[in-house]
């Protein structure tokens, strides 16, 4: 175990400014940003891993793999589990078009460096952490330029995608599923861009709780996930689904209490969000011990920046003999990305999106020396390949048989709008 060395710290804002920029000098990092957001339960601030002493990148047989080399020594570790682990979870998937950004199926690192960023100190976990301070403080913020305005083409046009989604509602009403979440792609091709810039400009405009900027090699994710996949702290397994959404109207509290009460009143986004619930007690059950899973929140509403979101927290004692391996196994892909029920949505996914997910509804997180761990969803996010200036965005929504196919197009298409206004420094 590497040392660990407290700094103070005057300017909390300037300071993490600065452990952003020099993040940039190693191939492989992970910026995880609360955004001090005291969401509970509340468990990093800001961390960051930075350069990898050692990691694991399987090809098959992945999240086995992944526990024997987490067995072999404690510490901390980051990485992801990309959405395209489902097709171990579940194998005979009809195979897609891979995602263009390509990201590892799964991937965690051991850091050289571990750094732990709070409102007034700065904890470094590395041998030599009074160099790294130094070089730190040295490091200037970063200034953010205006880019060149990025046009995302849709993989599906708008006809397409409406024909898709009716056909998904027939499958709904044959009983094949209860809810998907159906995400399509926007991209670029042969846009340049400056990631920590734009991750910044994301930023500022949708700060939120389970944020991430994550570089493997040459690709990139910029993540502004308001999302909790899953967090264990003790003995306990906490997951805290969204579904349900209504926009925030800034400079009129009137009408912004309203959307918030229309969507606390919404049947239909409660009956999406108690599927879930009932989706991911039913996942924990298989890893938890008897009764002790429980809801401790349903249908709470909680505001951010640009958006009201309906929120749940379900809980569970996890048993002694489930490793982190288990517990994925059980848990992955989340079902608020999915949809209910797990494996035949995922086929269903599968059959009718075109392309790979890719790192999109995945995960991104740590897990810590003592074998707690949190996990982000990757949503709200914007993927690239620095290889070749690939862009993409993807979005999606929860579909049910109530559905209305323009309005879901709108809804994905005023998400990748905002999207390219950050791209493009609009906002």
Partial sequence: MHPSHIFPVNNFKVIKDKVLNWSQQFDTFSFLDNHQYQLHPHTQECLVGAGVKRYIQPAADSLHQLQQFLNEK????????????????????????PSSVPF???????????????????????????????????????????ELPVTLQSRLTQS???????????????????????????????????PLQVYQRLSAASPNPFSALYKQGQQWLLCASPERFL?????????QPIKGTSKRIPGNEASDKASRQSLEQSTKDRSENVMIVDLVRNDLARVCEEATVQVDELFGIYSFPQVHQMISTISGKVADDVDFAGIMKALFPMGSMTGAPKKRVAE??????????GLFSGAVGYIDPAGDFDFNV???????????????????????FYSNPQSEWEECKMKVDAMEKVLAGQW
């Fill in 74 to 97: 404690k510490g901390w570790y980051f990485g992801h589990l990309a959405y395209d682990l489902a097709e171990e979870l579940y194998p005979g998937l009809q195979p897609q078009t």
């Fill in 160 to 194: 397409q995608y409406i024909h898709t989604i009716e056909q998904l509602r027939r499958h709904i009403l044959r009983g094949d599923c209860y809810e998907i979440n159906f995400c399509q792609e926007f991209f670029a091709t042969g846009i340049p861009i400056n």
């Fill in 378 to 400: 990757v949503i709200r996010s914007i993927l690239y390949n620095g290889l070749n200036n690939y862009v993409s965005v993807l979005a999606g929504s929860g579909i049910t």
């Fill in 348 to 357: 269903l996914i599968a059959a009718y999106e075109p392309v790979k997910r």
């Fill in 104 to 146: 590892a199926r799964l991937f965690f690192y051991e850091p050289e460096i571990v750094i732990r960023l709070s409102g007034d100190r700065l904890e470094i976990i590395a041998d030599n952490a009074e160099r790294i301070y130094e070089e730190i403080t040295g490091t200037p913020v970063a200034t953010n330029d205006n």
């Fill in 231 to 239: 967090q264990k702290s003790g003995d306990t397994l906490l997951s």
